[in-house]
């Protein structure tokens, strides 16, 4: 099968070279679900998106609307030609990436150092997120309402935190364990200071040094951690990657790669026949549960909003758009690594720099869990993508043994809608930094925008 690199010309590859590095700044402005909703929302505004809560009125092909919620969910559409009732052409990522979050009580002192405790989010090995360098990203909310932004560790005159591990010399035991269990989750706690208060009656001199520095900066106590949403993430920029500079190397690639290059698809569209969606969500790495996951009613309740401003309500006129909707479920898959081989069937395998991947199906353990998308939906696609030019590949998550892993996909069938499973694939999963080829970034784009646009 020829590479992506092999079919593009020049005139491409320039172009292809342009998005990656917008891509690769707008990643680094974005690691976490919060801000990835802010600089989103910029980009939208500056074409032409407007604040469905601000917008009145009937709707006309055309218009170009966002919605937020809790400021980690985003939903953009562009009314199409056909009644919104005709059904969707929706594009469907997650912004939430594996990480470690503060816990609501996570200043302590012992041996003469500061510390956070943390709990680790989403599937990670655990002995991967030591010894880096580690920022904190996120919000304080205070009783009075006032929200605190958080960022410590970005800007180069920053400090930075970090979890400590065992000096080899002393590690015999630890080499010893199995490596889920070499770095317990309990010790995955943050070193973030060691200068004691001048106060020989403080007992937690460290600690107190540490807090006044908060109170003095962020107007902050001890006591407002109970009401913080505070991530730990890799500090490290996201750089090219390979002498060829071919790929791209940095923190959440899951989802984020999906999400930018679908946020950028309908960004880009012009007035479809079919009325586009991009769904950008949470919590899709620990089951998209809650308010802000995938399995929250806040979409339904977004797509009746259209609907009574269309003028076309009702329950059954929602399920009605539901049943005739179809999807791509964005999401990065396993690429086959050359250090790691024997885990995949390289038939049925993602490589890096062949294209966007299609998965007829994900989940585990005999497809449990999985979408298992309709034949005749996946014929459609393919038929589009040819029309369009785009490189794509199929896959599978590993041999059939060896592991797997879900997406939202399953989730948006249950509503009745034709899903497939639809992304770039990647290295290093879910380690703090995760490696993508600057081709299937772009075939990706190209991929969702030809969707959105073509399919019927």
Known sequence: MKTVWETYDDTRRKEMSVFSDEYRSFLNRTKTEREFVSEAVKLAEAEGFTNISESVGELNPGDRLYAINRNKNLCLFVIGEKPVRDGLNILGA??????????????????????????????????????????????????????????????????????????????????????????????????????????????????????????????????????????????????????????????GHDDRICAYTSLRAIIDMKIPKRTSCCILTDKEEIGSDGATGMKSRWFESILVNLLDRTNEGTLNGLNTTLAKSKMLSSDVSAGVDPNYDAVFEKKNAAFLGRGICFNKYTGARGKGGCNDANPEFIAEVRRVMDEAGVVFQTGEIGAVDAGGGGTIAAILAELNMDVLDAGVPVLNMHAPSELASKADLYEAYRAYKAFLEKIS
């Open 94 to 251: 997650h912004i939430d990436s594996p990480r470690l979050d503060l816990k609501q009580h996570p200043l302590f002192e012992k041996d003469g150092y500061a510390l956070m405790d943390t709990h680790y989010y989403g599937g990670i090995k655990k002995y991967q997120w030591v010894t880096r360098p580690m920022a904190l990203h996120g919000v304080v909310v205070k009783k009075d309402g006032t929200t605190v932004p958080i960022c410590i560790g970005e800007d180069p005159d920053d400090p930075v935190v970090g979890v400590s591990d065992i000096l080899i010399h002393l590690a015999a035991k630890q080499m010893e364990k199995k490596a889920s269990e070499a770095v317990e989750g309990e010790k995955l706690d943050l070193i973030v200071g060691s200068i004691p208060v001048e106060d020989k009656d403080e007992k937690e001199p460290v600690k107190k040094y540490l807090l006044d520095l908060l109170k003095e900066k962020y107007d902050i106590e001890e006591d407002d951690f109970i009401s913080a949403e505070i991530e730990v993430v890799p500090a490290d920029p996201v750089r090219d990657f390979g002498i060829d500079r071919s790929m791209i190397m940095g923190y």
